[in-house]
């Protein structure tokens, strides 16, 4: 900006003083020049005309030389205040960028948030004692409607009928009060979920994998744990790997004749975990058992077909066509004799079978697979029943406290089913098995007869079976080798039974 200093005022002051006499001199020149009187000091101070009446006829005196000499005059006074700066000030440099970068573009302007809808909450029930769905519906303020339409869904929804104490459902209703999903976890690994829709409905189950981790333990039979159940708790197995344990055996070991002080095995097998929580037992991947000095060993293997079963190391398959023991966690009151004293009628009566004392209530399994072919009771050997195994080999159970579900004339069965359960009928002095096992009508003893085995792994499936279980057996033998059983009570003072 341009200003005007002190100094240029006072100049064009200067000026236009000069300015003004020059005018003076040159007005009393030119009215001397026509004649004209000169304005007398009275005349200049009356104030008998207005100040534009004066001006007029005194511009108009003025010559147009004159007139052009102030115009000139003007215009130099204008130029030089033009040219003259307000004051003097030292030079300034100011910085002036002189980016070639491109400007950055403004950040785009993001639309307004969404309006946040809030889903509508859950409410975990405990199931109470004595609760069923309906109760835990109308505790909820849920209407018997949506009962109807939940149990009418699917199959699924079947398990909801056997809720049990302490489980926990999820519930979610919507705005209108009526159910709109359920999530109910019938396991550590599946939950069922049923969600509102047009028909009724929606409902599936939602699994989850766990994950498994390789453990392994060992036992030993002694005299203060004379069983494999016995040793099995105090090794820290759970039932579950107990029965797993004496099924893949039960062919070649029987539990309730040939267990010995001094048996010791070893078990490698896999658990389960969910969010670092145990959920349970997986499967056996390998065992060794040693009775009597004798060690067998296992290994689990999936064939071709998809079918899991257990070899030995050199392929064999450990299943035969008949268990050694229809049934498990008993012990032997009475063998197979034919010269036995009766204990009920106190006279010599050959016993053809064998006698397993167990629990009323112990499941009894087919000892192979077979045929049902008779389902009865009488006052000798109370509830009784007999299988036919092909042409030659037929097997008999005794004194049933009942018969399982299913089990009647013609209908087949497998290996290890479940036909009945331990009991006293007939002539029975307790709770006990009487198993009878005939080869072509002839009774022989359970204990010793010579079994058929299972065909073993093929030549050409050979390579593959080893490539699979050699990592497996290496790890068994690495730990049975390095096991020691110390610590093991050997009198009733130290032992801990599970």
């Known amino acids: 900006m341009w200003k005007i200093s002190p100094r240029s005022i006072a100049l064009i002051g200067a000026v236009f003083g000069t300015l003004a006499r020059a005018l003076a001199r040159a007005s009393i020149h030119d009215r001397r020049v026509a004649g004209r009187p000169l304005p007398r000091p009275r005349d200049m101070a009356?104030?008998?005309?207005?100040?534009?009446?004066?001006?007029?006829?005194?511009?108009?005196?003025?010559?147009?030389?004159?007139?052009?000499?102030?115009?000139?005059?003007?215009?130099?006074?204008?130029?030089?205040?033009?040219?003259?700066?307000?004051?003097?000030?030292?030079?300034?440099?100011?910085?002036?960028?002189?980016?070639?970068?491109?400007?950055?573009?403004?950040?785009?302007?993001?639309?307004?948030?969404?309006?946040?809808?809030?889903?509508d909450p859950w409410v975990d029930v405990t199931v109470r004692p004595a609760d069923s769905l309906s109760r835990i519906f109308e505790r909820n303020g849920l209407p018997p409607?949506?009962?109807?339409?939940?149990?009418?869904?699917?199959?699924?929804?079947?398990?909801?009928?056997?809720?049990?104490?302490?489980?926990?459902?999820?519930?979610?209703?919507n705005e209108s009060g009526q159910l709109q999903a359920l999530?109910?976890?019938?396991s550590p690994?599946?939950?069922l979920v049923a969600t509102r829709a047009d028909h009724g409905f929606d409902v599936f189950v939602e699994t989850v994998e766990p994950e498994l981790i390789t453990s392994f333990k060992t036992g030993r039979i002694t005299a203060n744990l004379p069983s494999l159940y016995h040793a099995g708790k105090y090794a820290g197995l759970s039932d579950n790997l107990i029965m797993q344990l004496a099924q893949i055996f039960q062919?070649?070991?029987?539990?309730a004749l040939d267990l010995r002080q001094g048996d010791a095995f070893g078990v490698l097998f896999e658990e389960a975990?969910?969010?670092?929580?145990?959920?349970?037992?997986?499967?056996?991947?390998?065992?060794?058992?040693?009775?009597?000095?004798?060690?067998?060993?296992?290994?689990?293997?999936?064939?071709?077909?998809?079918?899991?079963?257990?070899?030995?190391?050199?392929?064999?398959?450990?299943?035969?066509?008949?268990?050694?023991?229809?049934?498990?966690?008993?012990?032997?009151?009475?063998?197979?004799?034919?010269?036995?004293?009766?204990?009920?009628?106190?006279?010599?009566?050959?016993?053809?079978?064998?006698?397993?004392a167990a629990r009323t209530g112990t499941p009894v399994f087919a000892s192979g697979d077979g045929k049902v072919m008779i389902v009865r009771q009488n006052n000798a050997s109370?509830?009784?029943?007999?299988?036919?195994?092909?042409?030659?080999?037929?097997?008999?159970?005794?004194?049933?406290?009942?018969?399982?579900?299913?089990?009647?004339?013609?209908?087949?069965?497998?290996?290890?089913?479940?036909?009945?359960?331990?009991g006293a009928t007939g002539w029975a002095t307790g709770p006990h098995l009487h198993y009878e096992f005939l080869v072509n009508g002839v009774h022989r003893n359970p204990a010793t007869v010579r079994l058929p085995k299972a065909k073993?792994?093929?030549?050409?499936?050979?390579?593959?079976?080893?490539?699979?279980?050699?990592?497996?057996?290496?790890?068994l033998n690495s730990l049975m080798g390095h096991t020691t059983f110390a610590g093991l009570p050997s009198d009733p003072a130290s032992s801990r039974d599970g």
Do not use: C
Request: proline residues 9%; glycine residues 6%; aromatic residues 10%.
């Open 189 to 191: 690994l599946d939950t």
């Open 251 to 255: 062919w070649d070991v029987s539990f």
């Open 456 to 475: 073993p792994i093929t030549v050409a499936r050979r390579a593959a079976f080893e490539a699979s279980t050699a990592p497996t057996l290496l790890k």
């Open 46 to 119: 009356r104030p008998s005309r207005r100040f534009y009446e004066v001006q007029v006829p005194d511009m108009q005196a003025y010559p147009k030389t004159h007139l052009k000499a102030v115009a000139a005059i003007i215009f130099a006074i204008t130029v030089l205040i033009a040219a003259m700066p307000a004051e003097e000030r030292p030079a300034q440099t100011v910085p002036v960028s002189l980016s070639i970068e491109p400007e950055p573009k403004p950040a785009p302007i993001a639309p307004p948030p969404a309006e946040v809808v809030p889903e």
């Open 382 to 422: 109370g509830k009784y029943i007999v299988l036919q195994h092909g042409e030659q080999y037929t097997t008999k159970y005794l004194h049933l406290s009942k018969f399982a579900k299913g089990i009647r004339p013609g209908k087949t069965v497998r290996q290890g089913q479940t036909i009945g359960y331990v």
């Open 273 to 356: 975990y969910v969010d670092g929580q145990k959920i349970k037992d997986g499967k056996i991947l390998a065992a060794q058992f040693t009775n009597s000095g004798r060690t067998y060993k296992a290994v689990s293997y999936v064939d071709n077909s998809g079918q899991r079963d257990f070899y030995t190391p050199e392929g064999a398959s450990l299943r035969k066509a008949f268990l050694r023991d229809p049934v498990h966690f008993s012990y032997v009151s009475s063998s197979f004799n034919p010269n036995r004293l009766h204990p009920v009628h106190k006279r010599r009566m050959p016993h053809r079978g064998i006698d397993y």
């Open 145 to 173: 409607a949506d009962l109807q339409r939940l149990m009418t869904s699917g199959p699924g929804t079947k398990t909801l009928k056997r809720i049990m104490p302490g489980q926990v459902l999820s519930l979610q209703k």
């Open 183 to 186: 999530r109910y976890s019938r």
